[in-house]
């Protein structure tokens, strides 16, 4: 199989680039039919969450999949509801035991709450990771403001941050405080849950490189050095996406692709989340 292109965090662990998102794919056959399509297509990173509900699942798959546990890198998250020190620790057994494993991969704060909260959450994140029950810890929907706020309390810096980030909100002044922090960042929301396909200028390069739509965006965000996390049900989809690697856009049609910035988020903003 094709070796495909890794991210190294910076505790040395390697990440595969391109992750395989769960998020809205159904707990039982849905979630298992599209994580068998996704680990036979070479996915090797599937990104889960307690919230999803889908865990079980995942794991199921993992096990159909016969491969060994070590070649596939599994991340989840704290549910904002299980944040605290001792909720947190306890919903980390609960995700394993859903998926059938003995470690994580990398296991992320879902959503940044009150500083106090946060501070005892990813105590309890630094705990699971210097007991080696994780590979890695980090961060997800995190603004630099949380950022900042974490430093002044963490022993252990986030190793990676998953937000929104595609072509329409690309993030760049959080992408670099990130890089500057050595903090990983991952991509939600590639495709902007499906609204990219509209999008004209996308729809021109597609055609220039022979590739579509999805595979533009997705080439995109590597050449960024960001890790995508496409999700679909789809066979030939979840193919397509991890396609990605045989081509590159060259500097000026990446800046044609920056340049559909608008600064709208198609999800939550993290300052303003009621759940
Ligand atoms: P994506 O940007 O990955 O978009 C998914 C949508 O695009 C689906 O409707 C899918 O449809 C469609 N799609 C995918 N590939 C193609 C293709 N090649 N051609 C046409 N349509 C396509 O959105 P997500 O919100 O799922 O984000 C990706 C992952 O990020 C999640 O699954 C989850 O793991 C993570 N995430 C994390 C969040 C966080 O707060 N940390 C928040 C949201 C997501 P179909 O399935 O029918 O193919």
């Known amino acids: 199989m094709q070796k495909r292109p890794e991210l190294q965090l910076v505790n040395g662990v390697v990440m595969p680039q391109v992750g395989f998102g769960t998020f809205k ?13 996704a680990l036979q297509a070479g996915y090797r990173h599937i990104d889960t969450a307690a919230v999803y509900g889908n865990e079980s699942g995942v794991g199921a798959a993992i096990l159909k999949s016969g491969l060994p546990r070590k070649a596939i890198f599994i991340t989840s998250k704290v549910w904002n509801a299980d944040q605290g020190y001792d909720q947190t620790l306890k919903a980390f057994e609960q995700s394993l035991a859903k998926l059938g494993v003995e470690y994580l991969d990398l296991y992320l704060i879902h959503w940044p709450k009150t500083a106090a909260k946060t501070a005892d959450t990813w105590r309890a994140l630094e705990e699971l990771y210097m007991n080696g029950k994780v590979r890695a810890i980090g961060v997800s929907n995190f603004k630099e403001h949380h950022l900042t ?7 252990v810096k986030p190793m990676v941050n998953q937000v929104e980030l595609h072509p329409q909100f690309s993030q ?17 929301g590639p495709l902007m849950q499906g609204k990219v396909f509209d999008i004209a200028v996308l729809k021109e390069l597609a055609i220039k490189y022979t590739k579509n739509v999805a595979q533009i965006v997705l080439r995109w965000h590597v050449q960024k050095g ?10 030939a989809r979840i ?11 060259s500097q000026a049609d990446m800046q044609i692709i920056d340049a559909l910035e608008t600064g709208v988020r198609i999800g939550p903003d993290p300052d303003k989340i009621n759940f």
């Open 226 to 235: 960001i890790a995508p996390l496409p999700k679909s049900l789809h066979q």
């Open 172 to 188: 760049a002044k959080l992408i670099e405080f990130c890089q500057q922090h050595d903090i990983i960042v991952q991509a939600w």
């Open 25 to 37: 794919v159904e707990e039982g056959k849905q979630v298992v039919d599209a994580v068998c399509y």
């Open 149 to 155: 706020t974490l430093f002044e309390t963490a022993r």
């Open 239 to 249: 193919i397509a996406n991890l396609a990605v690697f045989d081509f590159e856009l």
